[in-house]
């Protein structure tokens, strides 16, 4: 008696390995760690310098402005020594650490803190110049590693730290330390009239709304911000609206000379601003 092959029981062992496969395969390239990217930090919003109370704004008139701070850094109260992958370091008492963000970090931790990033050695420019001829010539590769600290718990102790730059899941994945005191420094000024700003624009083409621009002054530079114009509606007084975090009332407006009575019932929130990287 011919037996024929049971094909279908063939055909559903196939394809379920084959699903096994994919699975694994998805769970390595899930478990896979991130390259971090170290980022600027942001930088703090400190207590503005708004009217109290009601003000009368004409076209063009700032109506809140809120000081930038600088970027908070940490001061080493402890001693840190970190190996990983041959990248020593020594990090004495008082070294300082500068703010940055690196995204995809377990438990989001909203700041890190890195080691000043150094420029690479003049033999290693040369090599990076001769491995990419003329372009490394006239941009050398920074062949070089940082290490970011962060406290996981708010402990006021640097306990995990990753090496940024290293090579392999192992040396970019994040690590505990011994846990290290170290005393932050922050609510300094950024200087050089490094502030955001509330501007009043008047009706700007629109019949039955006002318009607010928000500003980014950098180091007495203009710099843009992903959302520029604020609108009010003024269909019936008064009207408020939530502006980059203030509270903007609108009294009374006049059509014709467009000028406006406001209150800002609460000011530019302190918080932290994302600063827009310049465009080359």
Request: aromatic share 6%.
């Amino acid at each position: 008696m011919n037996v024929r092959p049971d094909v279908s029981h063939s055909s559903s062992g196939k394809s379920t390995k084959v699903a096994a496969t994919l699975a694994a395969l998805l769970m390595l390239t899930a478990a896979k760690t991130p390259d971090y990217k170290v980022q600027p930090a942001s930088v703090p919003l400190l207590p503005g310098r708004t009217l109290k109370g009601e003000q009368i704004a004409v076209p063009g008139a700032v109506i809140a402005q809120s000081p930038l701070g600088r970027p908070e850094t940490v001061l080493l109260v402890d001693p840190i020594d970190l190996d990983r992958l041959g990248q020593k370091r020594h990090f004495s008492r008082e070294t300082v650490f500068e703010s940055a963000r690196v995204a995809g970090i377990p438990g989001d931790p909203p700041v890190v803190f890195c080691e000043t990033e150094q420029d690479p050695s003049f033999t290693k420019a040369m090599v990076g110049s001769m491995g990419f001829g003329l372009v490394g010539l006239l941009r050398p590769t920074k062949l070089v590693t940082r290490y970011c600290l962060y406290d996981s718990d708010n402990d006021e102790k640097l306990d995990h730290a990753i090496l940024i730059g290293a090579k392999g899941d192992s040396g970019r994945a994040p690590f505990e330390i011994t846990p290290a005191r170290y005393g932050l420094i922050s609510g300094l000024l950024l200087g050089d009239g490094s502030e955001l700003r509330l501007r009043y624009a008047g009706t700007a083409g629109e019949k039955d709304s006002l318009s607010f621009d928000a500003e980014l002054m950098l180091y007495g530079m203009s710099r843009p911000l992903p959302e520029v114009r604020h609108r009010i509606s003024i269909a019936r007084l008064p009207a408020y609206g939530v502006i980059e975090g203030a509270v903007v009332t609108v009294l009374e407006f006049d059509p014709q000379t467009k000028i406006a009575r406001i209150r800002i019932d609460r000011d530019l929130a302190p918080g932290r601003l994302v600063v827009p990287e310049q465009k080359p």
